[in-house]
């Protein structure tokens, strides 16, 4: 059973920088498409930034482009999701998933495991 664990939620002002963790277990990082989403209460669970098993594809969504990097240690078995220039729009849960696919996607009906989440807070 796959397990994911995601870190480094909080409060941050806008223009501020959070850098969120999700720490897998076994050899998941290296194994599986790794993928940031994040939901508010009330919406769909929207796709964020993906990196595959290489580390060498990415895929962000349009409006985190340029603000947020997503990267993995795979030493670590742990994925990184860089949040920079944080806007109040960016407020949400932020969950990490695990794809058994073979490319990287946006589509969350794709992902096969979950983690709890983390809540991102970004104040005017």
């Known amino acids: 059973q796959v397990q994911l664990v995601e870190s480094g939620g909080g409060l941050v002002q806008a223009g501020g920088s959070l850098r969120l963790t999700c720490a897998a277990s076994r050899r998941t990082v290296s194994t599986y498409v790794m993928g940031w989403f994040r939901q508010v209460r009330g919406k769909e669970r929207e796709f964020v930034a993906a990196?595959?098993?290489?580390?060498?594809?990415?895929a962000y969504v349009d409006f985190v482009k340029g603000r947020f990097t997503i990267s993995k240690d795979n030493a670590k078995n742990t994925v990184y999701l860089q949040m920079n220039s944080l806007k109040p729009e960016d407020t949400a849960v932020y969950f990490c998933a695990a794809n058994g696919k073979l490319y990287v996607s946006s589509r969350a009906d794709e992902y096969d495991y979950w983690g709890q989440g983390t809540q991102v807070t970004v104040s005017s």
């Open positions: 990196i595959s098993q290489s580390g060498i594809s990415t």
